[in-house]
Every structure is written in structure tokens, then in C-alpha cells.
């Protein structure tokens, strides 16, 4: 790591982004660290201040009700694969389940599995077929951008040097839907996928028709595959 990175812990949200927009691309967020670290001490990044979120008021809420699931940019995957899988989210908190060892899921968040945008990311596949939405803001500005959008290859996003991510919407989970996450690898634990697939079907219960049938491959491209819709 580069001796002279300054580290700004942000206490609130306009603090984190006039810290962004004073320093564009010379800043990093720091949510977890369990990317960022390696890449610092790998000598891949080399920025001037790292901002560390952690203490922003409201990025850490987590919502899972009848309008879908809401997880804050300081969501961990414990926190999401503790309270989603009870709410039908069953492909995403499979996936959160399975990053790393509890460390890691601990510590660790979904939003900085998204931004990280490594083809390996496990909650990918899983976000996109959810048709999970990220919100952004900036100072005095705020956008959405859908995830299939969002990821443009890899290690490479939509999201511009001064924009925080603060939090990733999805819709609810339609009565009659089944979901699957299967993640393969070279070994049987704490292992970077080889592939990873995110399912969901949904049947109507009166015909046993499926109505919708949605999947997405992760780690076989430079980014995840959305398979469509069908
Ligand atoms: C031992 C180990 C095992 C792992 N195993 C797996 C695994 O099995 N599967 C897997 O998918 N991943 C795995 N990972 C990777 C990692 O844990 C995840 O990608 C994690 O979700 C990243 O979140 P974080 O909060 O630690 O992000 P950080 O490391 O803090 O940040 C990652 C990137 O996202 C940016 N960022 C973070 N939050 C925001 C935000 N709100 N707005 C804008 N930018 C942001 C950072 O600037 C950085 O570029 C593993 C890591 C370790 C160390």
C-alpha cells in the first residue's frame, strides 16, 4: 500500500460526497475492505485518501417488505442472507451464503461486490435477474442505473469516480417463483467460482404453466451473462 494514503472517515453522507467530488478519481470508498485492501497492498491502486463509510448514518438500513428488498451500500452479506432467504430472495442469499468464509460475509458487502465488478462476483448472476436497480448519488445530484447497465466489464462499472452507491433496489419476488444459486468451484469451500448460475421460475398454480423464467451465468465472461428473460 502507498505510505501516503490519507484515510477520511465520513460521518455523514454529504461529507463521504464532497469528499468524492473534491478528489475524483485520487479517492476511493472504503466500505468492507475485503477487496480494496488486497488491491492497495497488491500495488493495483494507489489513490490519495480512502473514504470510509462505515459510519454514515442510513447506509447500513436493510428493508425487505412487500415493495422488494432494499440493502444499504453498509449491507453485509450476513445481513442479507439472514433476513432475505425468509422473503423468497432464495438465489441472492444462497449467493451471499456462499461468499468466502463468515470473515468475510461479515465484513464484507453486497454493494462492494457490485462495484468491484469482478467477472467471480457470486452476487451478480443472482442481482440480475432480479433486475436490481442501483442508486447513486453525487453532490447535488442523485441517478439509478439498472445492474445490467451498470457492470460494463471487468473491474469496470457505470459508476463515475464522485458518485457513491447508497443503496441497490429490487422489486418483490412474484407469488409462484422458485429460485436456485448454483456455484461451482475448484474446491469445496471458500473458493472463487468457476461458474455461478442464479435461476428463477415463476409457475402460474392454476395451469402449472411457468409464466416467467429468468437465469444469469456468472464468472464465464468478462461480465456476468444476463440470460434473458423467456
Ligand atoms: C478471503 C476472501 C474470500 C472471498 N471470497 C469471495 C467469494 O467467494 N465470492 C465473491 O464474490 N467474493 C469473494 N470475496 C470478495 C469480497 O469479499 C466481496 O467482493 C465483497 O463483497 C466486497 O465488499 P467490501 O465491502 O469488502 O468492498 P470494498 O473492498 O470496501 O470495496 C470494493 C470496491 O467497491 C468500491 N465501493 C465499495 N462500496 C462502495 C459504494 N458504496 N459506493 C461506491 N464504491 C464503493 C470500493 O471503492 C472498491 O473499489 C472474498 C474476499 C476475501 C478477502
Known amino acids: 500500500m502507498a505510505s501516503t494514503v490519507q484515510f477520511h472517515a465520513a460521518t455523514s453522507l454529504e461529507d463521504a460526497l464532497e469528499r468524492l467530488d473534491q478528489l475524483g478519481s485520487e479517492a476511493r470508498v472504503l466500505a468492507g475492505g475485503t477487496d480494496l485492501m488486497i488491491q492497495l497492498q497488491g500495488g493495483q491502486l494507489s489513490p490519495r485518501e480512502l473514504v470510509h463509510i462505515h459510519a454514515v448514518p442510513g447506509l447500513a438500513d436493510f428493508a425487505v417488505d412487500e415493495q422488494g428488498l432494499r440493502p444499504g451500500a453498509m449491507v453485509t452479506h450476513e445481513n442479507l442472507w439472514r433476513h432475505a432467504g425468509a422473503d423468497d ?3 441472492l442469499s444462497e449467493a451471499a451464503r456462499q461468499v468466502g468464509g463468515w470473515q468475510t460475509q461479515s465484513i464484507g458487502t453486497v454493494v462492494g461486490n457490485v462495484v468491484n465488478a469482478s467477472p467471480a462476483g457470486d452476487l451478480l448472476p443472482s442481482l440480475l435477474v432480479h433486475e436490481a436497480v442501483l442508486h447513486l ?9 439498472p445492474m445490467s447497465e451498470f457492470l460494463l466489464g471487468r473491474r469496470q462499472t457505470a459508476r463515475e469516480p464522485e458518485e457513491l452507491v447508497t443503496k441497490i433496489t429490487m422489486g418483490p419476488v412474484p407469488a409462484g417463483a422458485a429460485e436456485a444459486f448454483v456455484k461451482v468451484g475448484r474446491r469445496r469451500a471458500m473458493e472463487v467460482s468457476v461458474v455461478a448460475v442464479a435461476v428463477r421460475l415463476v409457475m402460474d398454480p392454476s395451469s402449472g404453466v411457468i409464466t ?7 464468472a464465464a465472461s468478462a461480465v456476468p451473462l444476463p440470460g434473458g428473460r423467456c
Open 137 to 145: 448519488a453525487r453532490s447535488g445530484n442523485e441517478r439509478t442505473v
Open 89 to 91: 430472495f432464495t438465489s
Open 212 to 218: 416467467d423464467a429468468r437465469i444469469a451465468v456468472g
